[in-house]
């Protein structure tokens, strides 16, 4: 049976940190895979995280297996994190291995409850989300999102194109810090979007994966909360991985806002397809998170720590764009310090990607998409110079 099997094709991001594994120059610089670095290339574990996995280690009993749909203290302390108050009536939840396993869970529901539902793909996107849709089969269309000349918001294409979802149809929102690319809406923007969707009758569907990575954690979830507050039905998958900094041990949830009538269905659909993936979601990171949520001290020194990643993120925004300005005698780089999260797209060309690798083991994706967490104060000067040699 098995010889019946095709070779997958290789993920990209993937396969680019396998070359740059290999690679065995001095000084090589990776800035493809979507993990946060601090200075010395290390992706730290957070101190709230260590302080909090101490007293689990001291205080846990059990190893026995958590509830469905993971415990409701996590789902709870994540709802509150992301919508603040006033949805307990509304909110359906599970916990879910990563974002990702969240965004699988979210298709899933979907293609239960509506399987001829369109969904809507921001161009670009994060490389899984077409991936997993067509993987479940389901029927898919992109809008406009990103001026590749401007290096910004397509927004008259974004919203022309949302002109055309249909009843029915599910759009895939970034919550905050758009992933490939690092340009957002503005909140006026974000009125205008939820207004095209509501009149259009489409459920959104935002993916969350940075809450605290842009420009705070509530000023990162104001998009997600404006939707939630404007809709009667909001999918929410949201990660962990990034903001805990606690990627391996897979923690995420999918928040299903729905009625107060509908929400008791609602749940029991959810409970039932993480039965049907994975039965039981892992619980070691989701624990991490409710005692940091639920502890005063804890989620102080988080909120502290989480300020330290963000605003390093910033400095090198501010201080690669002021570099590429020098290295370019141009202006043409100057939105790098306006983008948001982890990620910019830089307008380079394949080959000019091709010739960074080759030239000056600098490692990026091949859409110019660069990881800024990737690089420190002593990397980005040689970054800057590596781009103006191949523009």
């Not at 239960?112 to 997993?132: E, F, M, Y």
Request: hydrophobic letters at 45%.
């Amino acid at each position: 049976m098995l010889e019946a099997l095709n070779p997958q094709p290789q993920d990209k991001i993937l396969q680019l940190l396998a070359m740059f594994r290999e690679d065995k120059r001095a000084g090589k610089i990776d800035l493809g895979v979507g993990v946060y670095k601090d200075a010395t290339g290390l992706t730290p574990v957070m101190r709230a995280v260590k302080a909090a996995e101490k007293k689990l280690w001291e205080s846990e009993t059990t190893k026995t297996y958590t509830a469905l749909a993971g415990e409701p203290a996590y789902n709870t302390a994540m709802q509150g994190l992301i919508l603040g108050e006033g949805y307990a009536d509304r909110a359906a939840s599970i916990s879910t291995p990563g974002g990702t396993g969240a965004l699988r869970q979210a298709l899933e529901l979907i293609r239960l409850a509506r399987p001829q539902a369109k969904i809507w793909l921001s161009a670009p996107t994060w490389p899984n989300h077409p991936s997993i849709v067509k993987f479940l089969g389901l029927p898919m269309a992109e809008y406009r999102y990103f001026d590749v000349e401007g290096s910004g918001l397509d927004f008259a294409g974004l919203i022309e194109d949302l002109g055309r979802v249909a009843e029915g149809d599910v759009v895939l929102l970034h919550g905050c810090c758009h992933n490939p690319t690092g340009a957002n809406p503005t909140p006026a923007q974000w009125d205008e979007i939820i207004a095209v969707l509501k009149a259009k009758k489409a459920m959104p569907l935002v993916d969350l994966a940075y809450q605290g990575f842009g420009d705070g954690l509530d000023a990162d979830a104001e998009a997600t909360r404006k939707v939630a507050a404007a809709f009667p039905e909001v999918l929410i998958a949201a990660s962990c991985s990034k903001n805990f900094g606690i990627y391996r041990e897979r923690t995420g949830i999918l928040i299903a806002l729905t009625s107060p009538e509908r929400k008791a269905v609602v749940q029991a659909n959810l409970n039932f397809l993480n039965r049907q993936n994975y039965s039981f979601p892992p619980d070691h990171g989701a624990r991490l998170v409710t005692m940091i949520l639920e502890d005063p001290a804890l989620r102080a020194e988080w909120v502290v720590e989480l300020e330290e990643t963000r605003l390093n993120m910033l400095n090198l925004r501010v201080q690669l764009a002021e570099e590429l300005r020098k290295a370019t005698n141009s202006d043409r780089f100057d939105f790098v310090a306006h983008h948001r999260g982890m990620f910019s797209r830089l307008g380079l060309s394949e080959a000019q990607v091709n010739r960074l690798r080759e030239e000056n083991a600098i490692y990026m994706v091949g859409d110019s998409r660069i990881n800024i967490a990737g690089l420190n104060r002593e990397t980005v000067p040689l970054l800057a110079k590596a781009i103006a040699a191949v523009l």
